[in-house]
């Protein structure tokens, strides 16, 4: 057990601070809008395209937007057509069944459009709660460290969960995320977890 938290440590101790899509919204929508729209975008393009759409819509706004208009602003993230009718159709439900908050259930909101499994962990994260969404980097990083073994990242997820004690698990995907963008090259990262493979 300690050997992980030690690896855990170490990760945090050689990533950068940056900011990430899900992080410092000031309303419990922007958070959750924001994160749909970082699946399989950067972070760094992500964050710039949503503070844009939510300097221009209120919540009651976007549920009422034109989608031709959101597409536009939202044109630079991955799959944004799909996105953008996502983010419309997920506003008007918020606005009309859930009086504009944010359920803060994992089974609520996988039921809304366009969030799954990860996009659900990561705004629970965002709100304290204990979950442990698997993205590409905590799905990477966790099988090189040798701390999952399955294909599947619903599987990781559960592998993880079964490794680490629930008070650690809201800080993983953020330390994996941020430690696999520090090092944009692969060769240098996988030196530095190998490294951290190695640890006793």
Excluded at 31 to 51: K, W
Aim: include cysteine; aromatic fraction near 8%.
């Amino acid at each position: 057990m300690s050997k992980i938290l030690k690896q855990l440590k170490e990760l945090e101790k050689r990533s950068s601070k940056m900011r990430l899509a899900a992080e410092s919204w000031k309303e419990d929508w922007q958070t959750l809008i924001s994160t749909i729209m970082s699946a399989r975008t950067r972070d760094e393009m992500t964050i710039p395209v949503a503070s844009e759409l939510f300097r221009k819509y209120s919540l009651k706004r976007l549920a009422e937007s034109n989608l031709k208009d959101v597409k536009k602003i939202i044109k630079p993230v991955n799959f944004y057509k799909t996105k953008s009718k996502n983010i419309v159709n997920c506003a008007k439900i918020l606005v009309k069944d859930y009086n504009g908050m944010v359920p803060r259930d994992f089974d609520e909101l996988i039921k809304l459009p366009g969030v799954g499994r990860k996009t659900a962990n990561v705004f629970l994260v965002e709100h304290k709660k204990h979950a442990l969404p698997v993205d590409t980097h905590v799905f990477q990083i966790s099988r090189k460290l040798g701390w999952a073994k399955s294909n599947h990242p619903h599987k990781v997820e559960e592998e993880l969960k079964n490794l680490f004690p629930k008070k650690y698990w809201n800080k993983i995907n953020e330390i994996l995320v941020r430690f696999g963008k520090t090092y944009t090259s692969r060769k240098e990262k996988d030196k530095i977890l190998n490294e951290i493979r190695r640890m006793k």
